[in-house]
């Protein structure tokens, strides 16, 4: 079977040496050695100042949510992973949707500033596929309104705009190291922050709310990442290379074999290459029902990243006319290490009788 993503492994015995390294010391979890080492490459590896690592990319966002004090309503993507909208829900705090670009596939800053209530209190934007929001717009508006900004860049890992880490911009950025993301550490994710008053705070949060004195200082959670977690994202780290490599030119295979009536994503001159996921834009939804079924049948199963819009779910209205046309003709190919480029062609001979 040929998935749309594969969880990438890493030398098997690299693993083990930090297994037995875990077992000689005995700390399982707590802010152990190796997940300080992965906070500290990762910050080296991203260019950013502060890595918090959690639990997962979930955990991420509800920590920032509570570490801003957003509440009341926020402003946000439809089209985006369930995630991005159901962790608003769970902090009780209300997602408005504003409506998303046709071409970038993220929320079109145009639209923003009518959403704007005396209730809202954030724009949490998405990096939809790794492409880098309007970010500059965006905090026009959040410094006019006094909003706080918090990315959800579970796809973003890595992507630079304007020559620096798309990480920087916002109050916080949050990422997912879920298994079948670009970088992973099995379950996991991190926040990322400029700021050293966020990162504290941060910090004691996903600990049950002890600050660095031992006392309670605010209500916390436990979303620390454990050390198992940790070893796998120190060798995936050290494989990055490799693994870019590969995607990058899977995704050159894509584009060689692909029909000129499939769309791409429109991604601005000034970022670097997104390797994450490989979504098309198909020319309606019965061509892309059609190409899934036709590949269902050579047991290629490529993912409907993201359907339904997320209006739909969670505020039944349906409000987004764009992210729901979208959403119906957004297919995500197969993507990842070590992919065997006969597929590409054939999913891509497979699109083009239909397409
Ligand atoms: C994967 C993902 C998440 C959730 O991350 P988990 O680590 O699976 O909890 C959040 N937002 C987006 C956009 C994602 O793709």
Known sequence: MIPVTKPYLPDQSKYQAYVGKIFDSGQLTNNGPLVNALEQRLCSYLGVKHVICVANGSLALQVAYKALEIEG???TTPFSFAATSSTLVWEGIKPIYSDIDADTFNLDPALIE??????????IPVHVFGNPCNVEEIR????????????????????????ESILKYGDMSTLSFHATKLFHTIEGGAIITGCDKYAEKVRDIINFGISK?????????????????????????????????SRKSIIKEYIKHLPSSVKFQKVDDDTSDLI??????????SALLEIVSKLAAENIIPRRYFYPSLDVIY???????????????????????????????????IIKQVN
């Open 73 to 75: 309503e926020a402003i």
């Open 114 to 123: 009518s959403h704007v209530s005396c209730k809202t209190s954030a724009i």
């Open 140 to 163: 026009n508006i959040a410094n006019k309104y006094g909003l706080k900004v918090i990315y959800d860049a579970a796809h973003a890992f890595g992507v630079r705009y304007k020559g």
């Open 213 to 245: 004195s031992g006392s309670i200082g605010c209500i916390g959670t436990n979303a620390k990442m454990n050390e198992f977690e940790a070893a796998m994202g120190l060798c995936v780290l050290d494989d990055m290379e490799k693994i870019i490599k």
């Open 276 to 285: 994450s996921y490989f979504p098309i834009l198909l020319s309606s939804e």
């Open 315 to 349: 505020d039944k209205m349906g409000v987004c006319d764009i992210s729901n046309e979208i959403s119906r003709r957004i297919l995500c190919l197969p993507l990842y290490y070590g992919l065997d480029k006969k597929y590409v062609k054939t999913i891509a001979d």
